[in-house]
């Protein structure tokens, strides 16, 4: 915008160079900031907020009370291992193998759809 603004005020001063852009500016840029920044408008809009705001500071020791109980829970729970869902995943790729083996030695078709299932099931829950 400011470039914009120096940009018309250097074409302006090349027509005419007695032209003050700031003096000719100002009685617009006063009336497009009162309309945007009108008090009287501001302290409507204030207005209509209010309710929900003295809601807020009214629900606000019960909303500060369940937060802190959520920390506090959250605090007492033993912290999740590193290797926890590695388990499943050697698992289900003991599985996956064993069963692509199966297949390859023309094992029974039950044992390695069966192994097959058993991974993928382990696969998605961990």
Do not use: Y
Request: charged fraction near 15%; proline fraction near 7%; hydrophobic fraction near 55%.
């Amino acid at each position: 915008m400011v470039k914009a603004l120096v940009t018309i005020e250097g074409v302006g001063h090349i027509f005419d160079p007695n032209l003050d852009i700031p003096s000719a500016a100002r009685k617009h840029v006063r009336f497009i900031l009162m309309q945007e920044f009108n008090p009287l408008n501001m302290i409507r809009d204030s207005a209509l907020v209010l309710p929900e705001m003295l809601d807020v500071l009214r629900k606000s020791p019960l909303i500060l009370t369940e937060g802190m109980r959520v920390l506090e829970s959250d605090l007492k729970k033993p912290p999740a291992g590193p290797l926890n869902g590695l388990r499943g995943t050697l698992l289900a790729g003991f599985c996956l193998l064993a069963g692509a083996m199966i297949l390859a030695f023309n094992g029974p078709w039950f044992i390695w759809g069966g192994l097959f299932i058993v991974a993928v099931l382990l696969a998605f829950r961990s």
